[in-house]
């Protein structure tokens, strides 16, 4: 059974700084016109910072959308024709004030593919050296040192409710010993 929808007509409701809205008209697999309103995302990463084998860098902001301070893994959007190392080095300095030496690709994901493009790469990184902590603007960021069991907890107890920081935690947890 042929499951893929095709383009017939793009209407881009917005243009934002971050994230594009459109509106499509697609052509169904039984030939009938259907609608999809989905976001325009430039991608973006997420870093677990190992401070030593049994801890990691988490930080704290305010999220707007959902009204409540999170905890989080480092992380961001990615810039134009930035690779996602660099955008993880980047965005590890800015928000923790620490330098990676050495990061490593673990995987990426699809955070909600129902009504966005935006992918997530995730990286560990390791051998951290500090830096100049520098968020942007427009970033309240406060970072802290978490062990590794307890952000594991946080999670089981809804502490942590971020999609990446849960998925990037729990993957670790399951290929790695600690």
């Not at 095709?6 to 039984?30: C, E, H, Q, T, W």
């Not at 690779?83 to 690709?105: I, Q």
């Not at 593919?113 to 951290?128: Q, R, T, W």
Request: proline share 6%; net charge positive.
């Amino acid at each position: 059974m042929n499951l893929k929808e095709k383009l017939f007509k793009r209407r881009r409701i917005y243009n934002g700084k971050v994230i594009n809205f459109s509106a499509d008209m697609v052509l169904l697999p039984n030939g009938k016109k259907g609608f999809r309103e989905y976001t325009e995302h430039p991608g973006a990463v997420a870093v677990l910072p190992f401070v030593d084998k049994k801890h990691i860098i988490l930080v704290q902001q305010y999220r707007y959308p959902v009204g409540k301070i999170t905890y989080e893994l480092p992380a961001g959007k990615l810039d134009k024709k930035e690779s996602p190392a660099a955008c993880v080095r980047r965005e590890l300095a800015e928000e923790t004030g620490y330098y990676a030496k050495t990061v490593k690709r673990l995987f990426s994901f699809w955070p909600t593919p129902a009504f966005s493009d935006e992918v997530i790469h995730i990286y560990s990184a390791k051998n951290l050296v500090e830096t100049k902590h520098s968020p942007d603007e427009d970033e309240f960021i406060k970072s802290e040192v978490i062990p590794l069991t307890s952000v594991k907890k946080f999670i089981e107890k809804g502490r942590i409710r971020d999609a990446k920081t849960v998925i990037a935690v729990l993957f670790w947890l399951k290929n790695n010993k600690i």
